[in-house]
Every structure is written in structure tokens, then in C-alpha cells.
């Protein structure tokens, strides 16, 4: 085999499975990044789904005890529905929760390879939560970290160098092979013990395989193309990651520490003042919605504050933030 045949053979064959190998870190890093997203969506969706449980709980308290006024003349019968519609707009809203949490339960199920009556009960360190900062980490060394890590990155350089190999080796074929040819014949032939060495060489006339060249070396093109493409959508996705983390962080930052505790005290006090009949049912239904969607608007935050955390992990293929 002439102009190397052989060696550029070996190279495509190392270049292809290091493109697998690639492919499959890749894989691992998709799977690790919806593990971490999965684990704290469930966590924070456990939190509302238990603001709806309290909620749901007390409101039937208050509906029981005011069906049995009821029919004494101390409740009117429409406080009592209004109470009860508000009842069954938390049940039914705490219903979905409950089914998205199913969902996201399911799909982690899945990543870990786990039976599906496995219960996943969330615990993450709060207090290393409370500590990251998207500040700890300059821009540049994201980014430097993303051109060697992310794996995406890498499949693309490589099948850039898969093309420029098979350009290589297609143009090797242009060169025909050399054929060498020993014989040996005792009396078989016009004398006797005869020997015979021969060699031949195809002439490259007709068949210069100049149509694989020409389609290989336009992969080459293309490949370089997508290449330049998917590191302009490194860069972009890290910047923007960052970006997305110092807002998260910055909105994180305003929410008062004490306001999860003074706002359980108030539900408490607004329930006891209502049963009471210190307060007015419009009031207590709208301190009691107020509740519901600043709590969840609380965990939304927490959420997309540390999921911004674990997209800057993603994008730069590095786990700077655990």
C-alpha cells in the first residue's frame, strides 16, 4: 500500500473512537445537568405543595366548623361557599403541583435507573445555596474552561479533523498499490526449478477517485462551518449563563430572610381573627391568596436562582458551582 494508505487508516480509526468517546461524555454531562436541575425542581416544588397542604387543611377546618354553624344561623350560607370555592381552587391547583412533581420525579427516576416505587426525598445543603455567588468566577476563566471541556466543542473539532483525515486518505487512493509477486515452479514450466519475480502497478488513468476527493473536501467546509458555529453558541451560552446568574443572584439577594417566619405568624393570627370574626371573609381570602403566591413566587426564585448556578456548570462542562 503506497502513500500511506495504512497509516491514514489508522489515524480515521483513532479519530472516530475518540469521537465516540466525545459523544458519550457528552451524554454523561446532559445526564448530570438534568439530575442536579431534577433534584432541586422537586425540592422547591415540595415547598409550594406544602404551603397548599397547610392551606387546604385550615380551609377545611374553617369549612367543617362553619357547616356545622351553618344550620344554626350564626354563618351565612354564602360565606361558607365563598370558603368552600376557595377550598376547591387550592385543591385543584395543589392537584397539578402534585402532578408536575410526579413528572419531574419520573424523569429522575429514570437518570438514576431506579424502580419506580422509589420515593426521592430532595435534602440540598441550604447553606452552601445561601453562599454561591456568581462573582467568585470571572468571565474569562468560564470561558476558558468551556473551550476545553465542553464536550459538544470537542465533537465538533474532531469531526473537523475526521474530514480532513478522510481528505487525506481519499487522495492516498488516488496513488495506485503496488503488487510484488514470487513464483516457483519445479518442472512445470519450459526448464526446470524455475523462479519467478514479478511486480505490477495499476495505471491511474481513468480511476483518480477524484469524485470522493472533491465530496471530501467539501465535509471539510461543512464541518469547519458547524465548528465556528457551535463556539459562537459556547461563548454565547456562558456569557448569557452568567449574565442570568448575577440577575437570579441580585433578586435573590432583596428578599428579606424573616419574611418566610413573619408571614407563617400572620397566617396563624389572620385564620384565629377570622374564626373570631375580627376580620372580613374578603380579607381573609385575599391575605390567604396573597400567602399562596408570594410563597411561590419565593421558591420560583430560589429555583431559578440555582438553576442558573447549575447552567453555568452545563455550558462550561466544569463544576464550579456544587
Known amino acids: 500500500m503506497l502513500a500511506g494508505k495504512r497509516n491514514k487508516q489508522v ?10 468517546e466525545y459523544q458519550f461524555f457528552d451524554l454523561l454531562r446532559t445526564l448530570k445537568y ?21 392551606e387546604i387543611r385550615a380551609l377545611s377546618h374553617i369549612v367543617e366548623a362553619f357547616s356545622e354553624q351553618q344550620g344554626k344561623g350564626y354563618i351565612s350560607e354564602k360565606e361558607v361557599i365563598r370558603i368552600k370555592a376557595q377550598l376547591y381552587t387550592f385543591q385543584s391547583e395543589y392537584s ?18 431506579v424502580r419506580p416505587n422509589f420515593f426521592i426525598d430532595p435534602v440540598p445543603d441550604s447553606i452552601g445555596i445561601r453562599k454561591l455567588d456568581p462573582s467568585q468566577i470571572p468571565l474569562p ?8 471541556n465542553r464536550t459538544d466543542l470537542q465533537i ?23 503488487s510484488l509477486s514470487l513464483g516457483y515452479d519445479e518442472a512445470g514450466s519450459f526448464l526446470y526449478n524455475y523462479y519467478g519475480v514479478g511486480a505490477s502497478i495499476d495505471l491511474p ?6 469524485g470522493n476527493i472533491k465530496s471530501a473536501k467539501a465535509r471539510i467546509a461543512g464541518s469547519v462551518a458547524t465548528q465556528r458555529s457551535v463556539q459562537a453558541t459556547v461563548e454565547e451560552n456562558v456569557a448569557a449563563s452568567l449574565q442570568k446568574a448575577f440577575a437570579q443572584e ?36 385575599d391575605f390567604y391568596d396573597s400567602y399562596k403566591q408570594n410563597t411561590l413566587q419565593l421558591n420560583t426564585i430560589q429555583y ?19
Do not use: W
Open 11 to 20: 489515524q480515521l480509526a483513532l479519530a472516530n473512537t475518540k469521537l465516540t
Open 34 to 54: 438534568t439530575l442536579r436541575t431534577d433534584f432541586f425542581h422537586i425540592h422547591y416544588l415540595r415547598q409550594s405543595a406544602r404551603v397548599y397542604d397547610e
Open 96 to 113: 397539578d403541583l402534585l402532578n408536575q412533581v410526579y413528572d419531574v420525579e419520573s424523569e429522575l427516576r429514570l437518570v438514576l435507573q
Open 141 to 148: 476563566t468560564l470561558m476558558d474552561s468551556a473551550y476545553h
Open 156 to 178: 465538533a473539532r474532531t469531526n473537523t479533523n475526521i474530514n480532513q483525515l478522510n481528505y487525506n486518505y481519499q487522495k492516498s487512493l488516488a496513488v495506485p498499490d503496488l
Open 205 to 210: 488513468f481513468f480511476n483518480r477517485n477524484q
Open 250 to 285: 441580585k433578586l435573590y439577594r432583596t428578599i428579606d430572610p424573616k419574611f418566610y417566619a413573619d408571614f407563617d405568624r400572620l397566617l396563624h393570627e389572620v385564620v384565629i381573627n377570622y374564626q373570631r370574626r375580627n376580620i372580613s371573609i374578603l380579607e381573609f381570602l
Open 304 to 322: 431559578n436562582r440555582v438553576s442558573a448556578f447549575e447552567d453555568i456548570n452545563y455550558y462550561t462542562g466544569t463544576n464550579f458551582f456544587n
